[in-house]
């Protein structure tokens, strides 16, 4: 049995760790994921706060929390592909013509076009959410003393 100061100690580490997933993109599932991360709480504000339409929320969400995209290689392998979701990463992975002044937000759109792509746009929205909150509910779990919640998922490989 620890004392109060170790588990808060413990506790605080966890809380302070950046928690990552990947997470297959939807319409592209057999060959592209994407690693996200938890947004700090501030910034997930920002985006409802500018955002005109849910949609909008959903792909500046997608936007900000993706740390990169990657090629699916295998079963939990992956292989970076120096991309994230914007301009120049939608241009190459996608094959899309944007212009030079397009945002982020625009190059989102256009790899998931109308009409199933807003759909998939907000499935990933939701699966991305679902992946990193159940990351910190097993992570939480972990604290507790409840080790199976942890070692459930084999860790994916990631190389560069």
Request: hydrophobic share 35%.
């Amino acid at each position: 049995m620890s004392t109060l100061q170790e588990w808060l100690a413990a506790q605080r580490e966890q809380l302070a760790q950046d928690r990552t997933e990947v997470v297959p993109v939807p319409g592209y599932e057999e060959r592209l994921a994407g690693r996200y991360r938890l947004l700090p709480l501030a910034r997930a504000e920002k985006i409802v706060e500018r955002a005109k339409s849910n949609l909008d929320r959903y792909a500046d969400t997608i936007i900000n929390s993706c740390i990169e995209l990657l090629e699916i290689t295998g079963e939990n392998e992956y292989q970076s592909t120096g991309h994230t979701w914007n301009r120049d990463g939608v241009r190459e992975l996608f094959g899309v013509d944007l212009p030079d002044n397009a945002t982020s937000r625009q190059a989102v759109f256009a790899a998931f076009p109308p009409p199933m792509g807003e759909y998939k746009l907000y499935q990933h929205f939701v699966q991305i959410d679902e992946k990193l909150s159940a990351g910190a509910a097993a992570a939480d779990e972990v604290i507790e003393g409840n080790s199976e919640a942890g070692s459930a998922e084999a860790e994916p490989s990631i190389s560069q």
